[in-house]
């Protein structure tokens, strides 16, 4: 078992910057890839970025790309999300989750285990 914890989120004016943190606990962080994902209200949770085991493969959602960045530190026990050029549109709860196989995946179902989620509210 794994332990996800997020924190950084809060309200932000749009074009501002927040980052994100998953601090893990329990087994052995650096073997699972790592991504993040985002509900808004009455919207599906769709994700956002993921990044493999070391650190050497990452993907971004089309609507991130070029703004946020996903990365990790295996000695830390934490993964990251950069959000940068932040826009009304990305207000969601944003979650981190892992998964066993280590790899770069971008559906839900491919996490094994799942944080309780941070609320980012970006202003017009």
């Known amino acids: 078992q794994v332990q996800l914890v997020e924190s950084g989120g809060g309200l932000v004016q749009a074009g501002g910057s927040l980052r994100l943190s998953c601090a893990a606990s329990g087994r052995t962080f650096s073997r699972y890839a790592m991504a993040w994902f985002r509900q808004a209200p009455g919207k599906e949770r769709e994700f956002v970025a993921a990044?493999?085991?070391?650190?050497?493969?990452?993907d971004y959602a089309d609507s991130v790309k070029g703004r946020f960045t996903i990365s990790r530190d295996n000695a830390k026990n934490t993964a990251y999300l950069q959000m940068n050029s932040l826009k009304p549109e990305d207000t969601a709860v944003y979650s981190c989750?892992?998964?066993?196989?280590?790899?770069?995946?971008?559906?839900?179902?491919?996490?094994?285990?799942w944080g309780q989620g941070t609320q980012v509210t970006v202003s017009s």
């Open positions: 989750a892992a998964a066993d196989s280590g790899l770069v995946l971008v559906t839900t179902y491919d996490y094994d285990y």
């Open positions: 990044i493999n085991w070391s650190g050497g493969a990452t």
